[in-house]
């Protein structure tokens, strides 16, 4: 080999040195940067202030107004040692108890509509008022005398001392006899239920259902019965949304003259 080809094969030696160097530095330097790529991308996020949290808000617990009030009404506000007198416009709390006198009846009104009409002499409180996927859940607990429920939305639960009268459309009443240890509930029309520990009943239009808190009777199922022209009369003389209803059945033409919530006797058995 003569020295010209010498030199030639040491140029080329050198220059395929040159070019893998240059490819060395070159992707050593590319590597390089996604490096320091990644480690921006790291310290900012674990430097990134955190989204504030937000609470998604319960549904509130609601209330029902009076808006109509006749004798002597009054109401007790939770945290209240007694009560105090009601007005047209006042507001019964959550847990709050509304009581009437003798001779004396209100109206109370819900937010989805639905009107609770009180009886003479009767007592409940607001236990449950929430609004919920089908609509205005409410649970009121009668502990003396007569409400009448006249629903327009939702469903509404009445506690009463032998179990629960519900309604879920549209005209429902629960009365407490003490004299008697009955509860009655009436269907004036659409469907309700009465229900205790050992059943149910379900009741519809025109239908009455009793429920024996005292004694043995406590141990039986509801009873299902009829409603009677004192039955109506009571509805007339307290609910007077109950009006077309009554006559269209035919139920309002014999009304009697007695106390929407009298006291049974074995003589006069009003219910």
């Known amino acids: 080999m003569t020295r010209l080809n010498l030199l030639e094969n040491a140029i080329s030696k050198i220059k395929a040195i040159a070019k ?37 808000p319960t549904a509130p617990d609601l209330t029902a107004t009076v808006k109509e009030t006749s004798g002597s009404v009054t109401i007790k506000q939770p945290g209240q040692e007694g009560f105090s007198a009601a007005g047209v416009g006042d507001i019964l709390q959550l847990h709050g108890e ?19 009409r009180v009886a003479p002499s009767s007592l409940f409180t607001l236990e449950v008022n929430k609004q919920t996927s089908n609509g205005l859940t409410t649970t009121l607990n009668l502990t003396l005398g007569q409400i009448f429920i006249i629903l327009k939305s939702g469903s509404l639960d009445i506690m009463v001392p032998s179990g629960v009268a519900s309604v879920r459309g549209s005209f429902m009443s629960a009365l407490i006899y003490p004299g008697s240890g009955k509860v009655f509930v009436e269907c004036l029309e659409g469907h309700c239920s009465a229900n205790n520990n050992t059943g149910k009943v379900d009741l519809t239009n025109g239908q009455k259902g009793v429920l024996v808190y005292t004694g043995n009777g406590a141990d039986q199922l509801p009873q299902l019965t009829v409603m009677n022209q ?28 007695h106390s929407p919530n009298c006291q049974p006797t074995k003589d006069n058995p009003c219910k």
């Open 230 to 257: 004192n039955d109506y009369a009571s509805w007339l003389a307290i609910s007077p949304e109950s009006q077309d209803i009554i006559n269209q059945s035919g139920n309002g033409q014999n009304g009697s003259n």
């Open 98 to 116: 509304l009581q009437t006198g003798s001779s004396s009846t209100a109206r109370l009104d819900l937010p989805s509509g639905t009107i609770i």
């Open 20 to 56: 893998d160097e240059k490819k060395r530095i070159y992707i050593a330097s590319l590597l390089g940067v996604v490096l320091v790529v990644i480690l921006a991308v790291v310290f900012l996020n674990s430097h990134k202030p955190s989204p504030p949290v937000v609470d998604t």
